[in-house]
């Protein structure tokens, strides 16, 4: 069994990673940026992922997943403790 031809990557075979386009698998959701500022970083995605299912989100959990964890990661880096001598 043979796999559908994949014109990105034919298109952009032997070029560098920055070079290609990214695909971006990322939920832009506001609200999930939200409930992680709200949760003080605890919403885990299975309860973000039913959340979003409720306001209409038609995408995957494993898409959810990662969104959350970017987003829970860019909160975590805006509070780091800073110890000054």
């Not at 959340?51 to 805006?78: H, I, M, N, P, Q």
């Given at each position: ?12 075979a032997g070029?560098?990673?920055?070079r290609?386009p990214?695909?971006?698998r990322?939920?832009?959701?506001p609200e999930?940026e939200?409930?992680?500022e709200r949760?003080n970083?605890k919403?885990r995605a299975?309860k973000?992922l039913?959340k979003?299912?409720?306001?209409g989100?038609?995408?995957s ?5 990662r ?7 860019d909160?975590?880096l ?7 001598p």
């Amino acid at each position: 069994m043979g796999s559908k031809p994949n014109r990105l990557n034919d298109e952009y075979a032997g070029q560098a990673p920055s070079r290609r386009p990214h695909n971006n698998r990322y939920v832009k959701s506001p609200e999930v940026e939200e409930w992680i500022e709200r949760s003080n970083g605890k919403l885990r995605a299975d309860k973000a992922l039913e959340k979003l299912l409720l306001l209409g989100y038609g995408g995957s959990e494993r898409t959810t997943r990662r969104a959350v964890a970017r987003v829970k990661k860019d909160y975590r880096l805006g509070r780091v403790p800073v110890h000054r001598p």
